[in-house]
């Protein structure tokens, strides 16, 4: 989108708004899993960033324009060090694209200015459109796996299995981010045919609509491997939730065992037009 501008929020009014977004943007039903305009005021007063999107308002009698988009980090503590980890960013369906990417590295110059070089967040492993992001656009590593994280959600988004997540390392000094960030392209371009050739660690079919795991093979001990994952988890979740669960438990299982042997996450390729997407795990 144009004429997009990016800026911080200070106001009570901005922060009210926020909270309208996020009603919007992950349709919650339930108080209890909204962040409240108390918790961005004393959040903002010891650190915390809070930025927002604006557009040009179409219609004439209303404010000029119209907060379309939001990202909130509050300070953190990891390994004794301050960081930022950053709880939301979202951006309303109709005005996506880019503007994501804008809010993040937005959210990347002020963690910079604050002497800050690590911002984390949580991801849903199953969203193939967030990997996608978080690795090829921006350059995370993940290498830990947080079993329904936040509990039973009011979400139509969320709804359905365990709120499972991978948290998501954005290292937003070192030189891999730069070049991520830099990248003209936000395709993925593998790099070597060993990476290419390493095993999958599941074998998916299609079965009727939605793929399914066929064989799941924990014993590899290859440098590298593959996880795949389907794309259209969220409609899978309405339409075929016992093929979502079963897909939520499988993940889980590989990512806790390839994880815990050693492995991180360190890149995701889309096949969007095939169905699926898949994790490259690796061994330092």
Known sequence: MTDIQIRDLTTIDEFRQVVELEKTIWGYTDAHDLCTVPVFIYTMHRGATLVGAFAPDPSPSRRASRMIGFAYAPVGMKNGRPMLWSHMTGVLPECRGGVGLRLKLAQRERALARGHDLIEWTFDPMQAMNAHFNFA??????????????????????????????????????????????????????????????????????DGEWRKTKTINLAIEDRRVWIEIP?????????????????????????????????????FVLQREAGFGRYLLAKD
């Open 231 to 267: 794309t259209g988890f969220t409609e899978m979740l309405q339409r075929a939730p016992d093929r979502a669960l079963a897909w939520r438990m499988d993940v889980r299982q590989m990512f806790e065992e390839y994880l815990a042997k050693g492995y991180r996450a360190v890149d």
């Open 137 to 206: 656009k921006l350059g995370g590593v993940v290498e830990e796996y947080a079993p329904n994280f936040y509990g039973e959600s009011t979400s139509a988004l969320h709804r359905g299995t365990p709120t499972d997540r991978v948290v998501l390392s954005w290292k937003i000094a070192e030189p891999h981010v730069v070049r991520r960030i830099e990248q003209s392209s936000s395709a993925i371009r593998v790099k070597s045919h060993e990476v290419a050739a390493a095993p999958i660690v599941n074998a998916t079919v299609m």
